[in-house]
Nanobody, 121 residues
Framework: QVQVVESGGGLVQIGGSLRLSCAAY????????WTWYRQAPGRQRELVAG???????NYPDSVKGRFTISRDNAKKAAYLQMTNLNPEDTAVYYC???????????????WGQGTQVTVSS
């Protein structure tokens, strides 16, 4: 069994910062990519940051320069540092991990439960 746990969401004022964390627990053999998505009410889920096994990152223009994704392979964790937040960043943020489990040795995508980020004006 694999569990993905996110934390770090909350309420922040315009221009503020938050750091989200995502960790994988359980039967984890290897992790390929970490990706953060977000979904605002009435909108489709969108990618906000991704990081590959070699450390290559990608961001959409909407968050480039404000969000930074990082990973700690030893801790089986990833982080999303968000700065200069604005109300358009308000959403539920989800962590997605592409990993291989240590039981079936199969690559699968796993999702966390989501963490709410609210930016107040």
């Amino acid at each position: 069994q694999v569990q993905v746990v996110e934390s770090g969401g909350g309420l922040v004022q315009i221009g503020g910062s938050l750091r989200l964390s995502c960790a994988a627990y359980g039967s984890v053999f290897g992790i390929r990519t970490w990706t953060w998505y977000r979904q605002a009410p009435g909108r489709q889920r969108e990618l906000v940051a991704g990081i590959g096994s070699g450390g290559t990152t990608n961001y959409p223009d909407s968050v480039k320069g404000r969000f930074t994704i990082s990973r700690d392979n030893a801790k089986k964790a990833a982080y999303l540092q968000m700065t200069n937040l604005n109300p358009e960043d308000t959403a539920v943020y989800y962590c997605n991990i592409s990993l291989r489990d240590s039981i079936l040795y199969q690559w699968q995508d796993y999702w966390g439960q989501g963490t709410q980020v609210t930016v107040s004006s």
